[in-house]
């Protein structure tokens, strides 16, 4: 069973940079497609980003496009959210996630496939 611990959120201004982090464990790791969803007050949780499993294919919401990158690393079975030029639209509690199951992004799948979700890490982006 694949756990998954999330690291990095706080509070930060509009136009700052924050990095999070998020460690899996319990799966073999770069078989594992990882994605990075969010979920603000009062809305649904929406999707932010994806990573193929052994990394080179990404996706991104369209509005984080250009400002967010995901990336990871196998070799300490982690994996990132690097944003940057943040906007208080972007305040919300990210989670990490994985689709163990396949080393694939599963596009058209709810929720990409991800089966394996972290508790979250809280942005908060003042203007």
């Known amino acids: 069973q694949v756990q998954l611990v999330e690291s990095g959120g706080g509070l930060v201004q509009a136009g700052d940079s924050l990095r999070l982090s998020c460690v899996s464990s319990?799966?073999?790791?770069?078989?594992?497609?990882m994605g990075w969803f969010r979920q603000a007050p009062g809305k649904v949780r929406e999707f932010v980003a994806a990573?193929?499993?052994?990394?080179?294919?990404?996706l991104y919401k369209d509005s984080v496009k250009g400002r967010f990158t995901i990336s990871r690393d196998n070799a300490e079975n982690t994996m990132y959210l690097q944003m940057s030029s943040l906007k208080a639209e972007d305040t919300a509690v990210y989670y990490c996630?994985?689709?163990?199951?396949?080393?694939?992004?599963?596009?058209?799948?709810?929720?990409?496939?991800?089966?394996?979700w972290g508790k979250g890490t809280v942005v908060i982006v003042s203007s």
């Open positions: 996630a994985a689709d163990p199951s396949s080393r694939y992004i599963r596009v058209g799948v709810p929720d990409y496939g991800m089966s394996s």
């Open positions: 319990g799966g073999t790791f770069a078989e594992t497609a």
């Open positions: 990573i193929k499993g052994t990394g080179g294919f990404t």
